[in-house]
Nanobody, 123 residues
Framework: QMQLVESGGGLVQAGGSLRLSCAASGRTISSYGMGWFRQAPGKEREFVAAMWSGGITYYADSVKGRFTISRDNAKNTVNLQMNSLKPEDTAVYYC?????????????????WGQGTQVTVSS
């Protein structure tokens, strides 16, 4: 199995930045598509960003130009750099891993999940 642990969440003012990290163990992330999702209270888990084979990246329209997903294969870690944060970005952010799927934005397709890290953006 694969285990994922998110870190880097916290409280930040609107316009500020945070860098989330997802540390994987049990499997190497190079074999998986890696995604970031977020979930606010009472809402469904929402796609944020993904990195697929060959380094192809995908972003939700709401975060394009502000968020950047990246991999550090040597550390077996995937990161999410979040800039120009808005209050509506407030959510628990989850890291997911998927193999054998093209549905990068569909949470139900992901095979493994971390426990999440809270991001709170104040106005």
């Amino acid at each position: 199995q694969m285990q994922l642990v998110e870190s880097g969440g916290g409280l930040v003012q609107a316009g500020g930045s945070l860098r989330l990290s997802c540390a994987a163990s049990g499997r190497t992330i190079s074999s998986y598509g890696m995604g970031w999702f977020r979930q606010a209270p009472g809402k469904e888990r929402e796609f944020v960003a993904a990195m697929w084979s060959g380094g192809i990246t995908y972003y939700a329209d709401s975060v394009k130009g502000r968020f950047t997903i990246s991999r550090d294969n040597a550390k077996n870690t995937v990161n999410l750099q979040m800039n120009s944060l808005k209050p509506e970005d407030t959510a628990v952010y989850y890291c997911g891993a998927v193999i054998g799927s093209y549905y990068y934005s569909v949470a139900a397709r992901y095979n493994y999940w971390g426990q999440g890290t809270q991001v709170t953006v104040s106005s």
